[in-house]
């Protein structure tokens, strides 16, 4: 499956974007779905996930601000960011983790939060 990650750009202090990821296949076979991002000298790191179920896990930075969904019939994942600051700057990418813990990641998609 291919995933593309769309919706990044630039944002000034305390704005929004919503991040769409779209995947070539059926997203419903998949155990869970998620959004990282990495800024420049930094690890990757967790920003939401969403498992099948529709159980969600935030990382601790984006909590009340970030909000990760799914549309199955769309096979699209979804990251609404809201309230967003220069921390939040970075390539977020999409990743699709199988129920045999194998991945497929996207291309990122830059956000870039600035005044």
């Known amino acids: 499956v291919q995933l593309q990650a ?3 750009g630039l944002v000034q202090p305390g704005g929004s974007l919503r991040l ?3 995947a070539s296949g059926s997203i419903s076979g998949f155990s869970a779905m998620g959004w990282y991002r ?3 000298g930094k690890q990757r790191e967790l920003v939401a996930s969403i498992t099948s179920g529709g159980s969600t896990v935030s990382g ?3 909590k009340g601000r970030f909000t990760i969904s799914r ?3 769309k096979n699209t994942v979804y990251l609404q960011m809201n309230s967003l600051n220069p921390e939040d700057t970075a390539v977020y990418y999409c990743r ?3 129920w045999a813990r194998s991945s497929y990641w996207g291309r990122g998609t830059q956000v870039t939060v600035s005044s």
């Open 20 to 22: 769409s990821c779209a």
């Open 71 to 73: 549309d199955n019939a």
């Open 6 to 8: 769309s919706g990044g």
């Open 96 to 98: 699709a983790q199988t």
């Open 38 to 40: 990495q800024a420049p």
């Open 60 to 62: 601790d930075s984006v």
